[in-house]
C-alpha cells in the first residue's frame, strides 16, 4: 500500500576536511533487491557553522545515488538534486544580500507529484568553495514509499538517465 502522507529522512555531513568533497550514506532499511521506489517531493538544505567572508567563497550540496562523482556537476547522473551558495560583493563589504535558511527545493509540481528514486544508495554531499575550514551539511527529505511493479520499475531506470548534448 503506497504511502498517503509524506515522511522524513534526515542525513548530515561533515566535510573530511577543509575543501573536500565528502559522501554520507543514508541509511535506509530498503534492500537493492527489493522493488521500492521513493518519491521525492521537498528537499531542505541546512548549513552549519560556516560564513562566507569573501567574494566566490561557497558551498555545493547535493543529493546524489552515488559517492563516486568526483566532482558536483549537473551534468553527472547520479546528481539528484544540488544547489551552491556563493558570495558576490556588489560594490563594497557592507552590500550583502541574505540568503533564506534553510534551502527549500520543492519538486511536488513534477508529474507524479515529485522525483522518483532508488532509496537505497542515497548519499549527501558536500565541497566548500574557499572555506576556513571544514563544513557541516544537514538535509531533510520529505518522500512517500511506493512498492514497483515490473514494468513501474522501467519509469525508476529512466528517471535516473540524463539526455545530454554535450
Known sequence: ?????????????????????????????????????????RIEYYWLGFTLPATGDGVIMALTSSNNPVALSPEEVA???MTKITRIDFGTAGNAHVVDYP?????????????????NPI??????ISQAGALTIECRIYYTTIV???DEFWELVEARRIISST
Open 1 to 41: 500500500m503506497p504511502d498517503k502522507f509524506s515522511n522524513i529522512a534526515h542525513i548530515k555531513v561533515i566535510e573530511g576536511g577543509t575543501d573536500t568533497l565528502t559522501y554520507k550514506k543514508l541509511e535506509t532499511g530498503v534492500s537493492l533487491f527489493e522493488k521500492i521506489a521513493w518519491i521525492i517531493s
Open 79 to 81: 546528481i539528484i538534486d
Open 103 to 119: 534551502i527549500i527545493r520543492d519538486f511536488a509540481q513534477l508529474p507524479g507529484g515529485g522525483m522518483i528514486v532508488p532509496p
Open 123 to 128: 548519499y549527501l554531499a558536500v565541497l566548500g
Open 148 to 150: 514497483l511493479k515490473g
